[in-house]
């Protein structure tokens, strides 16, 4: 997750890097990880490179030099300007944000964008869930002339997120599972897969105390072994982004080295044991 390999930015836990962020591909390559999960939120939407041509071709510069590719966007820019609990009028601004995010991640080669539906912006009532399918289901107009999917993470339980998948059926519209929002939430892997794994699309890494926030991995309730086995079993292709716990300022690239090397450890054990 683009940031982490920084030290953090006035405190902030994730953030786009607004000095920094060039040096992040170089970096990325020093930890062995082959993507960048890039941010665009508020914080740095005026200076973010993606906002421009010749940023974008500054950041496909750098992802040639460094093998380091761009696959995806997390739009956090909609946890500040959520697109529940919104007027008529903010909501069709916010949404020509997202179209138009649609359209430059199809210049960068971008396959898809995470909507987080989550904290501030997650939805709570059944009129917000209503919402939701409606501001999506206008942007796939867009998403289908790009090709750029969507993928959305929330807080809903199974049952209820499962409907809301089932309002848009479409194949640009798949899960972002992020395992330790999962865990906070202390929901079961078991029946968040069982009721909509097979739109699982890509998979956030982390992990996180039942009601807490996000801890070093290992030392959360995130189930590891469940979630890979239930990955492995719907035969999962998919891209894991670290989106783990911070270190020590400073220790951002070592700190990456051993996280990736924790989760393969998981991963190998999990698909070597069954467990």
Request: charged share 25%; proline share 4%; net charge negative.
């Amino acid at each position: 997750m683009q940031g982490r390999l920084l030290p953090p930015v006035d405190g902030g836990i994730q953030c786009f890097p607004r000095l920094n962020w060039a040096h992040e591909f170089a970096f990325a390559a020093q930890a062995r990880l082959d993507s960048i999960e890039w941010i665009y939120d508020q914080f740095g939407a005026d200076v973010n490179p993606i906002a421009t041509d010749e940023g974008i071709d500054s950041m496909l510069e750098l992802s040639e030099l460094h093998r380091v590719r761009v696959a995806s966007l997390c739009a956090d820019y909609f946890m500040d300007l959520p697109l529940v609990r919104a007027s008529g009028a903010e909501t069709d601004e916010r949404l020509g944000v997202l179209l138009w995010l649609m359209d430059r991640c199809q210049r960068m080669a971008i396959e898809r964008i995470v909507l987080p539906f989550v904290d501030a912006s997650r939805i709570a009532t059944d009129a917000e869930v209503d919402k939701v399918v409606e501001a999506i289901t206008r942007a796939l107009r867009r998403a289908e002339v790009t090709g750029v999917e969507l993928h959305l993470e929330t807080s809903l339980d199974p049952h209820r997120f499962a409907e809301l998948l089932a309002r848009l059926p479409s194949e640009l519209v798949m899960v972002n599972y992020d395992i330790g929002n999962s865990a906070s939430l202390a929901y079961d892997p078991r029946e968040e897969f069982a009721a909509y794994g097979e739109r699982v699309g890509s998979v956030h890494v982390k992990d996180r105390r039942k009601g807490g926030g996000t801890v070093p991995l290992g030392t959360g309730d995130a189930d590891f072994p469940a979630v890979f086995d239930c990955l492995r079993a719907l035969g999962y292709t998919g891209d894991f982004v670290l989106q783990v716990a911070r270190g020590i300022p400073g220790d951002e690239v070592g700190w990456a080295v051993r996280n990736r090397a924790l989760f393969h450890y998981y991963l190998a054990g999990a698909a070597a044991t069954g467990e």
